[in-house]
């Protein structure tokens, strides 16, 4: 398999609140550079204005070139967009069931949306709309899970709340995605406990991944 490109990226596309945020501390670990683009978003986006979504996708891919990896709001609603411009990709889905997502979102957000939250969800709120939050949650998560069907090397879910973690994420990331194994003092051995603990992470998930490829048929 030919070594990951720059053009190659991982995009987080769960919604907010489905454990994006510890996806991308995980993926930070890694040595990938992780950002967002909500803020860019929010500052150009009129939400009802006919070229929305051209604003949305150009923005977001804009930011996403210098990047390694990307998550959070909007990335639900691109992965299409994402797959045409960086072809080669990885794709991870976190989520959670729909009912604690919900519950997530109301303690977190403001009542009133921004103009980035009202083009996902086409409402100026989310009290007294919460069937069409959950309505575009589940369909928008089956349209991702659709999409990447038959791409088992390109996708992956995640759900944090049962346990997936680092043994999912890195054997699905494979040695093509993973940052080179350091080799830093190599003139002399040096004792596993006087090591950074990101070697010390390093050096287990590499074990991880020959184990998991030496499964594989």
């Known amino acids: 398999m030919a070594k990951r490109t720059t053009a190659q990226k991982i995009c987080c596309v769960g919604f907010q609140k489905t454990g994006t945020t510890s996806l991308s501390s995980a ?8 950002g967002q683009s909500w803020r860019e978003v929010n500052a150009a986006l009129d939400p009802h204005s ?11 891919i804009d930011i996403l070139r210098d990047l390694d990896a990307i998550q959070d709001s ?13 072809p080669g990709s990885k794709f991870i889905l976190t989520y959670r069931p729909v009912e604690d997502w919900l519950a997530s979102y109301d ?21 007294g709309n919460e069937d069409t939050y959950r309505k575009i949650y589940l369909e928008q998560n089956e349209k991702i899970r659709t999409y990447f069907a038959d ?9 944090l709340s049962k346990g997936d973690g ?52």
């Open 151 to 159: 791409r088992p090397e390109d996708f992956l879910e995640l759900d």
């Open 166 to 217: 680092w043994y999912e994420l890195v054997n699905f990331l494979g040695p093509d995605f993973l940052p080179g194994f350091p080799r830093e003092n190599a003139g002399r051995t040096q004792k596993l406990a006087h090591q950074p603990f990101f070697v010390r992470l390093r050096r287990r998930l590499k074990n991880w991944v020959k184990r998991a490829l030496g499964r594989t048929p």
């Open 74 to 86: 909007p990335c639900a609603f691109l992965f299409e967009e994402f797959d045409r411009e960086f």
């Open 27 to 34: 993926l930070m670990r890694l040595g990938y550079s992780v």
């Open 107 to 127: 303690r977190f957000f403001e009542e009133a949306n921004n103009p980035l939250r009202t083009w996902m969800y086409g409402v100026e709120t989310f009290v």
């Open 50 to 60: 006919e070229d929305a979504r051209e604003v949305v996708a150009k923005t977001t």
